[in-house]
């Protein structure tokens, strides 16, 4: 069946730009997360979505980060003038509610690179 | 600051060696405890997880761990490995009063040689 779709894979942009990273998570899937990946790092915790709510955003780095989950379904991890050090792959993950024994499923992530 | 520590960053090892790899983790709460595995060019997946009950868990393709309270620890194992194997192995964490917040370790890239 189809897993956690992200898109786009790869995106390259310039220091100062706006960019908007897409999750779609698996269908019926009430909790949606994202994750931040960088170089020789562990998987940085951002955000997770319960419905269209995000219960906890204490792992958004500063307040150019911000996401959003519309229809308990999709959801969006925008970056505000885009700095270096935000370059990572960006992963997103589903589960079928925020319960500690309810796997996460991971997309493919984003790549990210901030000229 | 609780976190989740895991001592090799780098292993290489031969076919048919066993591996262990090491995690620690510093909550003083319940936690429950998951190792996952990225292989290369995929997605991350559940290899195992630790809820209550028995602390030695059976994940798949022969991969165990065993969670010892006393040294807050989860060490994952194989007793022979397969070139196949060769990934990158997070343990995370996740307090049972802080749902959706997994806390991953740094990862530990294992590369099986044939």
């Known amino acids: 069946g189809a897993g956690v779709s992200q898109s786009p894979s790869n995106k390259v942009t310039e220091k100062g730009k706006d960019v908007e990273l897409r999750c779609d998570p698996i269908?019926?899937?009430?909790?949606l997360y994202w994750y931040r990946q960088s170089l020789g790092q562990g998987l940085e915790f951002l955000i997770y979505?319960?419905?269209?709510?995000?219960?906890?955003k204490s792992g958004l780095p500063s307040d150019r980060f911000s996401a959003e989950r519309t229809g308990g379904s999709v959801s969006t991890l925008t970056i505000q003038r885009t700095q270096q050090e935000d370059s990572a792959v960006y992963l997103c993950?589903?589960?079928?509610?925020?319960?500690?024994?309810?796997?996460?499923?991971f997309g493919n992530g984003t790549r990210l690179t901030v000229t | 600051a609780q976190s989740v520590s895991q001592h090799n960053h780098h292993v290489i090892l031969s076919e048919a060696a066993s591996l262990e790899l090491g995690c620690n983790y510093s909550?003083?709460?319940?936690?429950?405890l998951f190792w996952y595995v990225q292989y290369p060019g995929q997605h991350l997946q559940l290899l195992l997880k630790?809820?209550?009950?028995?602390?030695l868990v059976k994940g798949i393709k022969g991969f165990e761990a065993e969670f010892i309270k006393s040294k807050f620890s989860f060490n994952l194992r194989k007793p022979s490995v397969q070139w196949s194997d060769t990934a990158e192995y997070f343990c995370?964490?996740?307090?049972?009063?802080?749902?959706?917040?997994?806390?991953f370790g740094a990862g530990t890239q294992v590369v099986v040689t044939p």
């Open positions: 993950a589903s589960s079928l509610e925020a319960a500690v024994n309810s796997p996460l499923h």
């Open positions: 269908s019926g899937h009430t909790a």
């Open positions: 979505f319960q419905g269209n709510s995000a219960p906890d």
């Open positions: 909550y003083g709460g319940t936690v429950n």
């Open positions: 630790y809820f209550s009950g028995d602390p």
């Open positions: 995370a964490v996740i307090l049972t009063d802080s749902w959706g917040k997994l806390q």
